[in-house]
């Protein structure tokens, strides 16, 4: 693990949560119709692509389980391709992937050294 992947791991993490925070309650009508959370939700998105690319090729060898190259590539496809973003396709990244993201995530991020909380 390089010394940056646990930074990296939490930024997905931590924007995966405010994404999923966002469509709390939400249906995907409420996406296709308010464009202040569409593009919240397509900002986080970004985020943890970005994150996620930058999280060691040794680390994502490691733990083939999370598709690192898929989050990429979505984060690739919202920031370069726009006019190609399929909005069903960001509700269900957003709505299954996401969550499902977490889990993975979540324990595979070491504890902060006690003489750093």
């Not at 931590?14 to 939400?26: P, Q, R």
């Not at 999280?55 to 994502?60: A, P, T, W, Y």
């Amino acid at each position: 693990m390089n010394e940056r992947d646990p930074a990296y791991l939490w930024d997905i993490v931590e924007a995966a949560k405010e994404l999923t925070g966002f469509l709390a309650g939400k249906q995907f009508p409420d996406l296709t119709s308010d464009k202040v959370l569409q593009l919240a939700v397509e900002r986080e998105l970004e985020v943890i692509g970005e994150a996620a690319a930058r999280v060691s090729k040794e680390f994502r060898d490691a733990h083939p389980e999370v598709p690192w190259t898929r989050i990429i590539a979505q984060r690739n496809v919202i920031a370069h391709e726009y006019g190609e973003i399929q909005i069903e396709l960001i509700w269900a990244v957003a709505t299954e992937r996401v969550p499902e993201l977490i889990t993975l995530l979540e324990p595979l991020i070491p504890p902060v050294p006690e003489d750093e909380a």
